[in-house]
């Protein structure tokens, strides 16, 4: 259905409501009074409603001309972001951006390099996949992302290496392999239920390297991961950071194993099409690399005063 009243004639409204009279919105949006109170009476008429009650010698807003004045500010702030968005649309940015970003990266500094993208006047909005292993290539092959942050960079694609991911091996503290009072072997863990992230891809062919032991818990989110193995469940490989209260708290702490305790994996940035790449997927880019140049800086060790640099 055609809309009866103009952007203009809302605009009008509004500005009555707020400046308190004719006058005074009249002289907001550079127009005549009458031009003003005929767009008010227009509404009105056309809508069959009354936006003010005359109370006395004042002018009081009806309870409908109070709801209209919600609705018509969001009206004209939807219009705005509409022609914005076409400027925007123009200039080339992309209409979204899609990504997916592996569960292990870090999601706090995820979530701070998103935030600052969003600060982007009229940033795109964004799809975010959070993906384990096979299903981060699967998203790429078909086309479903425009950027990936995955540990294996499919055949055909190329990645710029972002960081370094170190893993630990971890249970409860009331778990029996911390009661063994010993160093740990491979042996000891495989008949004890050990908690794997599940494959995200449709077809879950690919399994971690860290797979030991034979009776397992499998799930979908290393969030349910980590609350089942503060619960006592099972023990699996961690990256570190992922449970760092947890290990500050005591909750969880890191298995003492001869050989394997820690294991790193690197963490790759992938353009799903480097020739297409949009200005919205290049500033990310950018915030993500900005974010970890910062956070190296800051977590190195500074040179004690007098000594020799390498």
Not at 25 to 36: C, P
Not at 64 to 79: D, M, N, P, T, Y
Request: charged content about 25%.
């Amino acid at each position: 259905m055609r809309p009866k009243i103009s952007l203009d004639q809302w605009q009008a409204l509004i500005a009555v409501i707020e400046e308190g009279s004719y006058a005074s919105a009249a002289e907001r949006l550079n127009k005549s009074k009458s031009t003003v109170s005929y767009a008010v009476s227009k509404i009105e008429e056309l809508l069959n409603i009354k936006v003010f009650d005359l109370v006395g010698r004042r002018a009081e807003l009806t309870s409908i001309g109070s709801a209209l004045f919600r609705q018509s500010k969001l009206i004209l702030s939807q219009a705005a972001q509409v022609e914005e968005r076409a400027a925007y649309l123009a200039s080339g940015w992309e209409p979204q951006l899609r990504l997916a970003i592996e569960i292990i990266f870090p999601q706090q500094l995820l979530l701070e390099c998103l935030q600052t993208f969003s600060s982007i006047t009229m940033s795109p909005p964004i799809e975010l996949h959070e993906s384990v292993l096979g299903g981060t290539e699967e998203l790429l092959l078909n086309d479903e992302v425009d950027l990936a942050i995955c540990s294996q960079v499919p055949n055909g694609f190329v990645g710029d290496k972002l960081m370094h991911i170190e893993f630990i091996a971890a249970a409860a503290p009331s778990h029996p392999l911390h009661q063994l009072g010993r160093d740990l072997t491979l042996n000891d863990l495989r008949n004890h239920h050990q908690l794997i992230i599940r494959d995200s891809g449709v077809k879950r062919e690919t399994r971690a390297t860290w797979e030991i032991s034979e009776p397992r818990i499998t799930v979908s989110h290393i969030n349910t991961s980590i609350r089942a193995t503060s619960m006592g469940l099972g023990f699996a490989w961690f990256p570190r950071e992922s449970i760092r209260d947890e290990l500050e708290s005591g909750i969880i702490k890191p298995l003492p194993l001869e050989q394997g305790a820690e294991h790193w994996t690197t963490l790759y940035l992938v353009f799903a099409n480097p020739d297409l790449v949009g200005p919205g997927a290049r500033k990310l880019e950018e915030i993500i690399k900005e974010a970890l140049a910062t956070r190296e800086n800051a977590d190195a060790i500074p040179v004690a005063e007098g000594q020799a640099e390498d």
